[in-house]
């Protein structure tokens, strides 16, 4: 596993952090316990947001694993699409779902709703091209107000040319949103809408 799926995810809203840590100092000179246990409170739901632990994810070279924690919001068996919704409960940050390279990173927003899209796409270890979308919508909860403290919220520290190996970290979604999986006809969809995947589950297997 590369090091830098063992990094917290408070290195990407650090900004969040050090507000949080000054809230906190305040209010204990300030000797108020009402804004003490704020503080802590929003401290601890920052911790608890963007934790980091990926214990239990099993690696196999024929599935294809979920690259976040989400539920199933549809399936479109056609083209082979995935579409998933993270909830403040999820993990946000992406894994690679097999061993694959990084072939482009597009910012393009693809339709009216999107506020933020990344499409990251890949070449499979069998020459399958797919690719991942990052997506932040323009009126999710509490949007208009992270817009002022991010001007990305999706995040890809992967480049181009990266080779990543099968649960690799490589991006995440501050404060999460919505993904789309775009996968070939080589792959067979076993996931079910309104179910709910955990990261590193197989959403998909080749045929």
Known sequence: MNKQNLFYNLSYVYELV?????FIIFSIL?????????????????????????SNLTLNPSLFLSPSSSKV???DYEKNIIYTYLSPLDKHFMIAPVDCTVTNIDRK?????DAERVRVSFIDQFGNA?????????????????????????????????????????GLIRFGSNMQYNL????????????????????????
Request: glycine fraction near 4%.
């Open 18 to 22: 050090i507000v949080s840590i000054i």
């Open 30 to 54: 300030s000797k108020n316990k009402i804004f003490i246990i704020l503080s802590f409170m929003c401290l601890l739901f920052l911790l608890f947001f963007f934790r980091n632990f990926l």
């Open 73 to 75: 919001t549809n399936i």
């Open 109 to 113: 927003k693809l339709i009216e709703s």
């Open 130 to 170: 797919f690719s991942l979308d990052q997506i932040v919508s323009k009126w999710g909860y509490g949007a208009w107000l992270l817009s002022f403290i991010y001007k990305e919220r999706c995040v890809v520290f992967a480049k181009v040319g990266d080779k990543l190996k099968q649960g690799e970290r490589y």
């Open 184 to 207: 070939p006809n080589t792959y067979e969809i076993n996931v079910k809408k309104n179910q709910h995947i955990n990261i590193g589950q197989p959403v998909a297997s080749f045929m």
